[in-house]
């Protein structure tokens, strides 16, 4: 685990398994707002800093493990305000542990109002139906949760969707931010142009996967001649990440 600052913000990388450390995720706390909560199974790691910290408000970005896993610790030790606009309880597969979201958070305000910022929580489906993106527009940031991660994914969840993604991306490029503050990525200084590579990228391969499918392409043989090498994070989650989903997507 590494705790690191920039400029206001703090922000916490942490692996998402204790033992099977292969993905990492990044939490944000600003101005007593901190943005995701960890996962559950780090519990031991990031409750101290928890405690140390001053936190009044939590927003969650999506309803995986690794953003809403602490969500009810928070609720039962801090006393905090929880935004989050995924409406149930949930249990993730992905990463094989129940997130313990026992308790309903509120919906998310117009603006997540701190001492001295002013947050703008946008929907952004495409990672998942509920994705939410943060923006504090007179900084120039933007929280992204998962929403960009990599501008080139070979891979993608059974929920993701290539055309949500795509209209999501459209509308954060019209937005004024300068940087990208990545649930995976970190800290991404050139994050609007970063955010149109994955825009472009997923628009030529929705071209070309349909073009294939027109043609009379399998979905396996579409996934044989876009993406020939097989992903370590396919072996990793058990075919949860697959090229296969990504292919599917694209006319679903």
């Known amino acids: 685990m590494k705790v690191k600052t920039y400029k206001d913000i703090e922000m916490i990388n942490i692996a998402v398994h204790p ?10 706390y600003v101005d007593g707002l901190l943005i995701d909560s960890g996962p559950r ?3 031991h790691k990031l409750s101290p800093i928890f405690r140390k910290w001053d936190i009044e408000q939590v927003a969650v970005t999506h309803h995986h493990s690794d953003h809403i896993g602490l969500a009810p610790w928070l609720m039962k030790h801090k006393n905090v305000q929880m935004y989050s606009s995924y409406p149930t309880q949930s ?15 509120n919906p998310f305000p117009n603006v997540i109002k701190t001492p001295k910022y002013r947050f703008h929580p ?10 939410v993106s943060i923006l ?5 940031w933007l929280f992204s949760g998962d929403l960009y991660v990599t501008p080139y994914p070979k891979v993608f969840l059974k929920e993701e969707s290539v055309s949500a993604y795509i209209e999501s991306l459209k509308k954060i490029k019209t937005l004024d931010f300068d940087t990208l503050f990545c649930g995976h990525g970190g800290v991404i200084q050139n994050g ?13 391969v929705r071209i070309e996967v349909l ?33 296969l989903h990504l292919v599917r997507s694209c006319y679903q």
Request: charged share 30%; hydrophobic share 35%; net charge positive.
């Open 136 to 140: 504090e527009p007179n900084k120039g």
């Open 19 to 28: 033992i099977f450390q292969f993905m990492f995720v990044n939490l944000f």
């Open 211 to 243: 073009r294939l499918h027109e043609l009379g392409y399998s979905d396996r043989a579409i996934v044989k001649k876009l993406f020939p090498k097989k992903a370590r994070i396919e072996v990793w989650t058990f075919g949860s990440f697959s090229r």
């Open 91 to 105: 249990e993730d597969k992905v990463f094989g542990a129940k997130s313990g979201w026992t308790t309903k958070a």
């Open 41 to 43: 199974l780090q519990k």
């Open 122 to 131: 946008i929907s952004t489906p495409g990672h998942t139906p509920d994705h």
């Open 192 to 204: 609007k142009e970063m955010i149109g590579r994955k825009l472009n990228y997923l628009e030529k």
